[in-house]
């Protein structure tokens, strides 16, 4: 398939390419926006916190799109892409949404949760950033890079299964009755409606990132701009839209702690999921360029180290001025990585 679609998209023009980008990336965004509101419906019977809610079945929906994108471009050999579109997501789902989800609004903040989850989300950032290091020759990794091995890929992996099974055990002890909704018998013919949805909406998912990769590496061709840069600022958007969306729509609706717990998992699942499947299941795990050290692995540190800063002083609710400064901190990435 991916054969086919790379020989459509090389005859077409500049245009015609950044329409579908456009195409797909909304096609994308309302296939996860589908499986997000179907799983919340289904998992809302279990009476768990939003924050929960948010940071488990809502980010791990709103994660697919970085999910399939990434392995499909790491089973394709083109593991810049993966890695930019995870690390890329992290820094505009921390920056971009969450800024501008707390602009709008100063989001409540159910401190244990967003404690232990945060503090998983800033070590996962850390692993990352340490697997990826050639550890005989640091002195080289702004020149040369390093690399992420599929036994490094493998042990994300398995944090990932880790990490559900512990967000799984935490929500039983942790039961919110303003979130328990009554199981009615009349009920289970639009249970199982949800189910067939979802899984709908996983597969609008995947077969959309088929369609964008090879449009973006072509646009990345014809523009002479390295895929790494597409990945971290154009694509990473894109497939961040659907934790865009959820999280200001959440905020409107006044249930903020779904935002940020939206954010909080999608993070972990960028990394643990996005970046682990990537490497473990790709051809020789993944190429980490210069360019991470230089900027994005930095730019990545940096804005979740705010965030959490954010969130331990806080009393109750992350204030505006760190919306900003978290939104500030976005935009400021996006412009040096075009400069």
Same mark, same amino acid.
Request: hydrophobic share 65%.
């Given at each position: 398939m991916e054969a086919f679609i790379e020989g459509i998209v090389s005859e077409l023009s500049l245009i015609a390419l950044f329409a579908i980008i456009a195409i797909t990336l909304y096609i994308l965004s309302k296939g996860a926006d589908l499986l997000v509101n179907e799983a919340v419906v289904l998992s809302e019977q279990m009476g768990i916190p939003k924050m929960i809610i948010g940071a488990t079945i809502v980010s791990l929906g709103t994660t697919l799109p970085e999910a399939s994108v990434s392995v499909v471009a790491a089973l394709g050999g083109n593991s810049e892409l993966a890695l930019g579109n995870a690390v890329g997501s992290v820094i505009c789902d921390t920056g971009l949404i969450l800024g501008i989800a707390a602009l709008i609004s100063p989001l409540p903040i159910q401190r244990e949760i967003v404690n232990r989850h945060g503090w998983l989300q800033f070590g996962a950032g850390i692993l990352l950033?340490?697997?990826s290091l050639p550890f005989t020759s640091l002195n080289s990794i702004? #020149?040369?890079g390093g690399h992420i091995s599929r036994i490094a890929g493998f042990i994300l992996v398995f944090l990932l299964v880790?990490? %559900?099974?512990?967000s799984i055990k935490w929500a039983r002890n942790s039961k919110d009755e303003s979130t328990a909704v009554a199981v009615d018998v009349e009920k289970e013919d639009n249970n199982v409606m949800a189910l067939v949805k979802l899984i709908f909406g996983v597969a609008i998912v995947i077969i959309s990132s088929k369609i964008l990769i090879p449009t973006v590496q072509e646009t990345a061709i014809r523009l002479n701009v390295p895929n790494s840069v597409i990945a971290a600022t154009l694509v990473a958007f894109g497939t961040s839209l659907p934790e865009l969306v959820t999280s200001v729509t959440a905020v409107l609706k006044g249930h903020g702690e779904l935002a940020i717990g939206n954010v909080i998992g999608a993070d972990i699942l960028n990394i643990l999921f996005v970046v682990g499947s /990537? /490497? /473990?299941f790709g051809s020789g795990g993944i190429t980490v360029t210069p360019n991470f050290f230089k900027l994005y692995f930095p730019a990545m540190?940096? %804005?979740l180290t705010v965030f959490?800063?954010? #969130?331990l002083i806080s009393k109750d609710s992350l204030k505006r001025t760190f919306g900003l400064i978290l939104f500030g901190t976005y935009i400021v990435i996006s412009i040096l990585s075009y400069a």
């Open positions: 950033v340490l697997v702004f #020149t040369n880790m990490y %559900i099974y512990f /990537a /490497a /473990a540190l940096f %804005i959490r800063i954010g #969130t």
